[in-house]
């Protein structure tokens, strides 16, 4: 495997990914908490494996999670096999770009979780991602999209940040080993996380994937400017999902935004 | 005198700002440049004590300064005086908020040099200044705007900064001691300076004022610039127009009315 493989491109990694994410449970009912106040359709961008969008729809909401990685949906698809004819009917699954999409539908509610904003490199993209956002809301409807709060310490450190090694059972219960470092381009504002997976197949074969994934980092005014630049009115500023206020530590960046069109 | 005191409104400030700024002026052959490209008039934003606005007049511009600090228009009033009729006559100061100004007339080329913008805390302000800029400006009128480039490695453990020694304008020497403290979450940045000041005579005392800033990060700029009607033409690191880097001191952008 080329050691350029950009993370979620391929099967192993979506599992990886699906397998690895189950656990994270602390944005769910915040997410919930925001389709309640803003009513259905639900539609969830980059919905990855449906860790989001299942629960919303299980909770009753009409939901359409688009994903652009056809293995990630292929999970998210199977796991709404298993779930309840009615609420199947509740969830729409597309494959399609996040910086431009047509869902000829509009919606109450647009989320962008787990920093997926963040794979939107240029302003052109995230620009456009924003226009096609304001055109699926309902007039009134609501935008809230969760980034990183950028920790100054590690984008200060001269030659990149290697990551603490990471060692956890993987989907088929094989030891993986993680390792990673990561390159910040200070000029760009973006960053290149180079992960490396080792493991032992049952065969007893050591087994090695390595994935890139380029991500933007974002600092507090530069969203609410972006915001405001495509027509949207930041409504709230939360530093974590309990919505407690941001602050220089707060772990996340969570905005709550309405189209001002 | 109350230690806050802000730097813009400290008239010993203004008597000292030359004196202080030993700033070889690198800037000055961007703007040079600039104002000769550029059709009509000048407008230079917190424009002091005239630093960037005289020598621009001398070469011919007609060049309107305005500055919220009338200790330092004083200041450049009176080295305006020293200067000859005919550009005198191209030089107009004016008194006024950058965040919210209205002026008879349309400009060429607008100028924020030396980090004024940065003293522009809220995001209001900053729109105002930029609407104002826009309203202010020929149809494809240019204005650039300098902030510093937030240096990452000193930020995050900067505390003081390193005393700054120069000989005041009366021929006191003076030691500048900064307490800088910053606000991660508004991006702002506070020094509180305390002078120590030891006159020809051998008398010492001391004076004191508040600084505060906001600092950006390059893509920040980049949207508020869109937002605010305007299309990012350029970026420069420093003042000899070199690309931006990681490693960049400044950042110079020249924007273009939409």
Not at chain 1, 121 to 131: F, G, K, N, P, V
Not at chain 2, 162 to 171: R, T
Request: glycine fraction near 6%; include cysteine; hydrophobic fraction near 40%.
């Amino acid at each position: 495997m080329s050691p350029d493989t950009e993370l979620y491109d391929d099967g192993w990694s979506a599992e990886l990914y699906d397998f690895v994410s189950a656990p994270w449970k602390s944005d769910v009912a915040f997410w919930l908490s925001l389709a309640e106040q803003a009513g259905d359709p639900v539609l969830e961008l980059a919905c990855g494996t449906g860790r989001i969008v299942l629960p919303v729809a299980r909770a009753g909401y009409r939901v359409t999670g688009l994903d652009r990685s056809p293995h990630m949906l292929a999970i998210a698809r199977r796991k709404l096999a298993h779930e309840a004819v009615a609420m199947r009917d509740h969830l729409r699954l597309v494959e399609g770009d996040m910086s431009g999409f047509d869902l000829n539908e509009r919606f109450g509610l647009i989320i962008i979780a787990a920093r997926s904003f963040q794979a939107l490199l240029t302003r052109a993209q995230q620009r456009s991602c924003l226009e096609a956002c304001a055109r699926h809301l309902k007039p009134g409807g609501c935008l809230a999209l969760d980034v990183f709060n950028p920790s100054l310490s590690r984008l200060a450190r001269a030659g990149g940040v290697d990551e603490t090694p990471d060692e956890y059972a993987g989907p088929g219960e094989e030891a993986i080993r993680e390792t990673g470092h990561t390159d910040y381009d200070l000029a760009s504002q973006s960053l290149r996380w180079r992960s490396r997976q080792e493991w032992h197949d049952v065969a007893g074969t050591k087994q090695v994937r390595e994935y890139v994934c380029d991500l933007h980092y974002f600092f507090r005014f530069e969203m609410e400017w972006t915001l405001e630049a495509c027509s949207f009115e930041v409504e709230a500023l939360y530093g974590n999902f309990d919505r407690s206020p941001f602050t220089a530590d707060s772990p996340e960046m969570i905005f709550v935004a309405r189209s001002a069109r | 005198m109350s230690s806050e005191l802000s730097r813009y409104q400290d008239p010993w400030a203004a008597e000292h700002y030359d004196a202080q700024i030993a700033w070889p002026d690198p800037d000055l052959p961007l703007y040079r440049e600039m104002a000769a490209e550029s059709p009509g008039r000048v407008l230079e934003l917190a424009c002091g004590t005239g630093r960037v606005t005289l020598p621009l007049a001398r070469q011919g511009a007609t060049v309107t300064g305005i500055d919220i600090s009338p200790h330092m228009l004083a200041v450049a009033r009176r080295k305006l005086a020293a200067e000859p009729a005919e550009v005198r006559a191209r030089v107009t100061l004016v008194e006024g908020d950058m965040s919210k100004f209205a002026l008879p007339h349309a400009c060429g080329l607008i100028l924020i040099p030396f980090r004024s913008f940065q003293a522009l805390l809220v995001r209001a302000d900053q729109r105002g200044c930029l609407e104002c800029c826009a309203k202010h400006l020929l149809p494809g009128g240019r204005l650039a705007i300098n902030v510093f480039h937030p240096w990452l490695s000193k930020l995050v453990a900067l505390k003081s900064a390193e005393p700054h020694e120069y000989i005041g304008p009366s021929g006191e020497e003076v030691k500048a001691v900064s307490r800088v403290r910053f606000d991660f979450a508004e991006q702002t940045l506070t020094s509180h300076i305390t002078y120590q000041i030891t006159s020809t005579a051998g008398e010492t005392r001391s004076h004191e004022h508040v600084l505060r800033l906001r600092y950006f990060f390059r893509c920040e700029v980049e949207w508020m610039l869109e937002a605010c009607g305007f299309a990012v033409e350029a970026l420069y690191g420093d003042f000899d127009r070199s690309l931006f880097t990681g490693g960049s001191p400044e950042m110079i952008f020249v924007a273009r009315k939409v």
